[in-house]
């Protein structure tokens, strides 16, 4: 199965409106109004071509224009020390403005989106689950891949639920309508649940390198590992999460790009240093947002100047985190005037400079040549959401907290980026620097300072917002949801 045919292909299968049930409320008014389609399961998963286009719509939720390719930047960077929302003013993308200076309410559309995709992708997954489970029609060997690759993505929905607001109502199984108004399962019991999903994917998944050409981009042992070791980051689990490090790290699975900038360029898509990418194309369907199968956070972040519209600026402070020599900088950071491409006939000189950018800077990262653009603003470009050197940098952090060698995995990433063996002393500072530093404006800094305690560095943060309010549509269908603290 090529991962990013089928993600277009399903936009096109009506039958996909099998996989979407009604859980926990969320699902909009236009929904609710949709008759259910009365096919049986028996009747749709009646091969493996089904099975395979079904799980196509398992995965469909990532790419989603809300979900993953506004919220994963807007949270993640601008929320965060990082950037700043730029833009026109305020007022455009206000929910991230709001987002950003921790004024969000419970109507925040952006926060609904990171709410009610999660859930669509997991009931899809327990309804291609039932739907294969003894089946006769599925063959074993399919039965076996797509369930651990169902497994993986209910994991990643889970966690996706569980950093945002904590613990959620854990789904399982496709519910009857008495089950619609679960209330919160604990953290620890979240958690429970994102760690036995990821570990049964980790256990039947195959290994990168054993991927046909037509497989690439489709989750892997080392996807599930990967996000399994975070969910251990994310808990503080030091001891597990360290041996789960090493145990990637020695895999040979992956490895760090030579160059730095290769990271995000087209031609290095689901690339060795890439554990698991989100997989956008260009088709060239003439629609936009959900419609297309690319992804808008090129635009989003371009200059306005040069096309683009401005989001996600960095700041001065991120820029002066970068040492003298570090590679990286160039890379992260377009500063006014550059050139970029320079020498081809995608040459490109930066204006960053102008009334409504409020750093004077602009994410480098997800910038593609003209050459290379697609359609409708929607860009082919994969968003890196797990890489090798994101996998190091956990090593180091989880051998800090052990008292172990974290200078190995943390000089790797120093080197590559062009710069000598670490002289801090101070372990954990050394982690948190070249984490920001390595992967600065990829979505992950806001995560960061609120997972380790340093949400004080971020203007409007306190500790009773290290959470976001649940959506009050979601509050209004079911009472038996607890708001968080605001």
């Known amino acids: 199965m090529n991962l990013k045919y089928y993600l277009m292909k399903t936009k096109y299968y009506s039958i996909l409106l099998l996989l979407i049930v009604i859980s926990l409320g ?7 109004d949709t008759p259910a389609p009365s096919l049986s399961d028996q009747v749709y998963f009646s091969n493996d071509g089904a099975a395979l286009n079904a799980l196509a719509g398992v995965y469909d939720p990532l790419g989603w224009y809300d979900h993953m390719q506004i919220n994963e930047w807007a949270i993640g960077d601008v929320v965060s020390d990082d950037a700043e929302k730029g833009g026109e003013n305020d007022a455009d993308q206000i929910d991230i403005h709001t987002i950003s200076t921790f004024g969000a309410n419970a109507e925040n559309g952006l926060i609904r989106e990171k709410w009610q995709a999660p859930y669509l992708g997991i009931n899809r997954a327990n309804k291609l689950i039932e739907g294969i489970t003894d089946n006769t029609n599925i063959s074993e060997d399919v039965n076996k891949r797509v369930t651990a690759e169902v497994l993986f993505l209910r994991g990643l929905y889970h966690f ?9 109502p854990v789904v399982t199984k496709i519910l009857a309508p008495s089950e619609y108004t679960l209330p919160r399962n604990t953290e620890e019991e979240t958690w429970a649940q994102i760690e036995t999903d990821l570990t049964a994917a980790a256990a039947n998944l195959p290994r990168k390198s054993a991927l046909s050409t037509t497989e690439i981009g489709r989750a892997t042992w080392g996807a599930a590992s990967a996000l399994l070791l975070k969910a251990y980051i994310f808990q503080g689990k030091w001891t597990e999460a360290e041996a789960l490090a090493n145990t990637i790290v ?6 760090l790009e030579p160059n730095y900038e290769d990271v995000f360029k087209l031609t290095h898509d689901n690339g060795i240093e890439s554990i698991f990418d989100i997989q956008y194309a260009d088709f060239n369907t003439g629609e936009w947002g959900d419609g297309q199968e690319g992804t808008v956070t090129p635009i989003f972040q371009g200059s306005r100047k040069n096309g683009g519209w401005g989001f996600n600026t960095p700041t001065q402070d991120l ?17 006014d005037g550059d050139i970029l491409w320079e020498g081809t006939a995608d040459e490109e000189q930066i204006t960053t400079i102008y009334p409504e950018n409020p750093t004077g800077y602009h ?7 003209a050459s290379e653009k697609g359609q409708m603003s929607e860009d082919p470009l994969n968003w890196r959401f797990i890489r090798f050197a994101d996998v190091l940098l956990w090593q180091a952090e989880a051998a800090a907290h052990n008292g172990s060698d974290w200078q190995t995995p943390i000089n790797r990433v120093r080197n590559r980026a062009g710069l000598t063996n670490t002289t801090q002393t101070d372990a954990i500072a050394a982690v948190y620097h070249e984490r920001r530093v390595e992967l600065a404006m990829e979505g992950h800094r806001y995560w ?14 306190t500790d009773n917002k290290r959470y976001f309010l649940i959506p009050q549509i979601e509050i209004n269908l079911n009472p038996n949801l607890v708001q968080n603290p605001y």
């Not at 969320?26 to 609710?32: G, M, P, Q, T, V």
């Not at 994410?363 to 040549?369: A, D, E, F, G, I």
């Open 250 to 255: 020695s895999s040979g699975e992956y490895n």
């Open 160 to 168: 996706q639920l569980a950093k945002i607001f904590g613990g959620v």
């Open 319 to 335: 820029f002066d985190e970068f040492e003298v020599g570090d590679v990286r900088l160039k890379a992260t950071i377009i500063s």
């Open 26 to 32: 969320s699902c909009s008014d236009d929904f609710l």
């Open 448 to 461: 960061d300072l609120v997972r380790t305690g340093r949400g004080s560095l971020m203007n409007g943060f």
């Open 363 to 369: 994410n480098r990262k997800y910038q593609l040549p």
